[in-house]
């Protein structure tokens, strides 16, 4: 009769184990499909509400409109500077920009500092127009950029800066930044 008992027993226990063989290969088959739909699905945040439509970024992409806001907001910040905001002006800038970019670019705004530290000159700009491309991630402005000296305007010429960005995850950083040359019509001759 023990024998009996033992065989029954053994089954009993092989039986339970395969039970849970089975059910450990589903779960862990369970657990590729989750991760494969949680990897390959794009992700949104919603945004406050600034312009005319709802704002979001995906992971699928820049919007049109958020590339928009931040072109916007970058041209201000970038363009506007005077002698007592200088620090705040590259620290902002810095801030905005993609790790990548920020040594070259700070070299770069160090030099616009040791330019104007000291001196009376200050610049604004104020935005005419802008051209989007979010495939590219490339946006320009075009605008009246404003030179004071002390209290006087010594000039008002309309520029255009490009804007070039890079898109990691969810986060759009600035690459760099400049005057676009206009073209000059007696060279073309």
Same mark, same amino acid.
């Given at each position: 009769m023990d024998l009996a008992y033992q065989h029954s027993y053994g089954q009993r226990l092989l039986k339970q184990r395969n039970m849970l063989a089975i059910a450990t290969l589903a779960l862990a088959g369970l657990v590729v499909?989750? *991760?494969? #739909?949680?990897?390959?699905? %794009?992700? +949104?945040?919603?945004? &406050? $509400?600034?312009?005319? =439509? $709802? #704002?979001?970024? =995906?992971?699928?992409?820049?919007?049109r409109d958020y590339l928009e806001m931040v072109t916007? @907001?970058?041209?201000?910040?970038?363009? @506007?500077? !005077? $002698? &007592? %905001?200088? @620090?705040?002006?590259?620290? +902002?800038?810095? /801030?905005?920009? !993609? $790790?990548?970019?920020?040594?070259?670019?700070?070299?770069?705004?160090?030099?616009?500092?040791? +330019? &104007? /530290?000291? !001196?009376?000159?200050? &610049? *604004? *700009?104020t935005i005419q127009s802008m051209k989007i491309d979010p495939e590219q991630l490339v946006s320009e402005v075009t605008g009246e950029l404003h030179t004071i000296v002390g209290e006087k305007v010594i000039s008002n010429e309309v520029r255009t800066f490009r804007y070039t960005w890079e898109y990691s995850g969810l986060s759009l950083k600035l690459v760099g930044f400049g005057m676009v040359q206009a073209a000059h019509p007696e060279r073309d001759q």
């Open positions: 499909v989750l *991760f494969l #739909v949680s990897t390959s699905r %794009n992700r +949104e945040i919603v945004l &406050q $509400p600034v312009l005319s =439509s $709802p #704002v979001t970024i =995906s992971s699928a992409g820049v919007s916007r @907001d970058a041209a201000v910040l970038t363009l @506007d500077r !005077s $002698p &007592q %905001n200088l @620090d705040y002006w590259m620290k +902002e800038v810095l /801030r905005i920009t !993609s $790790p990548k970019a920020q040594g070259r670019l700070k070299g770069d705004l160090l030099k616009i500092i040791d +330019e &104007q /530290r000291g !001196s009376s000159i200050a &610049q *604004f *700009f």
